[in-house]
């Protein structure tokens, strides 16, 4: 029996070198005959070993790509490039991948289901305000950089745009590399942020990848990149390691940065003083852009894309300043929503605009009352559907109970500080119980069929309520509206000095719609990532 096996391990063994040998003469043989040898991949199934030949092989095994040969092949090769077929020896055949359509992805870097279409609705003005320390040193880091940036590249925006992304791209690998060895290292999941954070790498590479098309760096640049990386991997590598609280913040700073860059770019575009040339395949395809797109397009997705990225590190940075680790609040996966929905919720917020306008004209008194009555609806619809179901599935919502009535009852008493500085008339009262009947109930049948949905309606009707309170603002400071001495009311539930006006009054409650805003939105963003809101902490508190 022994013996009979160690023979068969022999005529194995032996018709495995005769395998191996005949690989290699094949492969010998098609290097000197300037052609591939395509062999046929050998294949072992349920313990079974079937040997393929490397003599010949049918069409239907042909899975393989093509790629160009040049002069290097032989010498004296008359023909530049050469299509030849490979196909792997190892059976990882390469992939054929199309598009909706059926036409052949010709894309390697990216795949159709990493394409998206840019978020042109995000805010690009917001900016966190330097307070500690460790904010300050990284918003002046930042903007020591700046003075060399602005010398070095003039008004050279194409340039400008490929050096930023080299640097750009650096943060969100090392971050997501340091969360990566944390996670093995601590047998934990990361809540997300490993991927967040490489995908933000992964976003900024292909800013760098598409404006490659558009400008070619110069000898000296290249030295530059190179000598710059080396410098800010290894700095942003220790910071990292030092205080990750200071490191995303610098990195939000350094995305306000971007943000300012890329509108001068597109300034400059508007001038005329860039040719607005054509955008790049590379671009239409990974932002879904529309076939006759231009390079000012292609500028405005990417300024959204640094938008998104500011946010994520500020938002990071925010969590470490609260003595949490990143992996306790979910990461803001993916930069991309829904775009019928999107674009369904911000039209009929705004489609409900114009009738306000046309109703209130300036009394914004007025306005602001009616927008309280309507805008304090949402939370309590939100809160009451999340507590109900929080009965019903027995189980915990994540704090989002409470920040949604926490919502309500802050827009309540909004309505109960305006009700002190401007009283309804008759038609008004009569009004706010027909649109709140109608609205009361749209919401909440919207909440039950879609709250991705409702949520960024919400989120958009507060952008609206911003807006009027800036108008608000600018009718007082005009001497318009009478800056009269602010309610008790508002004094004592803001805790505003004792001498404060109605125009200290406006600027709070115009802070607390902001910060409605982003819970809304973020709200919406969870229900988008396919997730449920108890799963990530909601924002409580207004502080």
């Not at 790498?201 to 080396?230: D, S």
């Not at 940065?257 to 001068?264: G, L, M, Q, R, V």
């Not at 829904?338 to 009929?348: P, Q, V």
Request: charged letters at 25%.
């Amino acid at each position: 029996m022994v013996m009979a096996s160690r023979q068969g391990a022999a005529r194995l063994a032996s018709s495995m070198m005769l395998v191996s040998r005949s690989f290699s003469t094949a492969t010998a043989r098609g290097i000197v005959a300037k052609e591939a040898v395509p062999a046929k991949v050998v294949g072992f199934s349920r313990g079974c070993c079937s040997h393929g030949s490397t003599a010949s092989y049918s069409e239907k095994d042909k899975q393989q790509e093509k790629v160009n040969h040049g002069q290097a092949v032989a010498e004296g090769c008359d023909k530049a490039e050469e299509k030849k077929e490979i196909v792997s020896y190892w059976g990882v055949p390469p992939s054929r991948v199309t598009k909706e359509d059926g036409t052949e992805w010709k894309w390697n870097c990216f795949r159709p289901w990493e394409t998206y279409a840019a978020d042109l609705s995000i805010n690009l003005t917001k900016h966190h305000a330097p307070v500690t320390f460790l904010d300050k040193m990284a918003y002046w880091t930042v903007k020591s950089l700046r003075w060399p940036t602005d010398l070095f590249f003039q008004r050279r925006y194409g340039c400008r745009a490929m050096m930023l992304e080299t640097v750009a791209a650096v943060p969100g690998m090392v971050g997501g590399m340091l969360l990566h060895c944390k996670s093995l290292r601590k047998f934990e999941h990361s809540g997300g942020w490993i991927k967040a954070l490489i995908e933000e790498a992964e976003n900024e590479r292909m800013h760098l990848m598409t404006f490659m098309e558009v400008a070619k760096p110069k000898w000296y640049e290249r030295a530059l990149v190179i000598t710059v990386q080396g410098v800010f991997f290894n700095a942003y590598f220790v910071g990292y390691l030092i205080s990750p609280k200071f490191a995303h913040r610098m990195v939000g700073y350094l995305e306000e940065e971007a943000i300012h860059s890329y509108t001068e770019f597109l300034k400059e575009l508007d001038k005329g003083n860039i040719e607005n040339v054509p955008a790049p395949a590379i671009a239409i395809d990974y932002w879904r852009l529309p076939p006759n797109s231009t390079l000012r397009d292609v500028v405005e997705v990417v300024r959204a894309d640094e938008a998104h990225h500011r946010d994520v590190n500020h938002f990071a940075s925010d969590i470490h300043y609260q003595g949490r680790e990143l992996k306790e609040a979910p990461a803001p996966i993916a930069s991309c929503h829904h775009i019928f929905l999107e674009k369904m919720a911000y039209r009929t917020v705004k489609s409900l605009r114009w009738p306000v306008d046309l109703f209130f004209q300036k009394r914004y008194g007025c306005r602001a009352m009616m927008l309280e009555t309507v805008a304090a609806v949402p939370g309590m619809v939100g809160g009451m559907l999340l507590h109900c179901r929080s009965l019903r599935k027995f189980e915990h919502s994540g704090g989002w109970i409470k920040a949604l009535i926490e919502e309500a009852e802050n827009e309540r008493m909004h309505l109960m500080t305006f009700m002190e500085v401007a009283q309804p008339r008759w038609y008004e009262r009569a009004l706010v119980f027909t649109v709140q009947g109608v609205f009361f109930n749209a919401y909440f049948i919207g909440y039950l069929v879609s709250p991705k949905f409702a949520h960024r309606v919400v989120g958009y009707l507060e952008e609206e309520a911003i807006h009027s309170y800036t108008e608000f603002l600018a009718e007082v400071d005009r001497g318009n509206i009478e800056n009269v001495p602010a309610p008790a009311i508002a004094i004592d539930y803001w805790r505003l000095p004792p001498d404060s006006t109605l125009r200290d009054v406006v600027v709070a409650v115009r802070a607390d719609e902001a910060h409605h805003r982003d819970v809304n939105h973020f709200a919406s963003d969870i229900h988008f990532q396919g997730r449920e809101l108890k799963e990530a902490p909601a924002p409580v508190g207004y502080h």
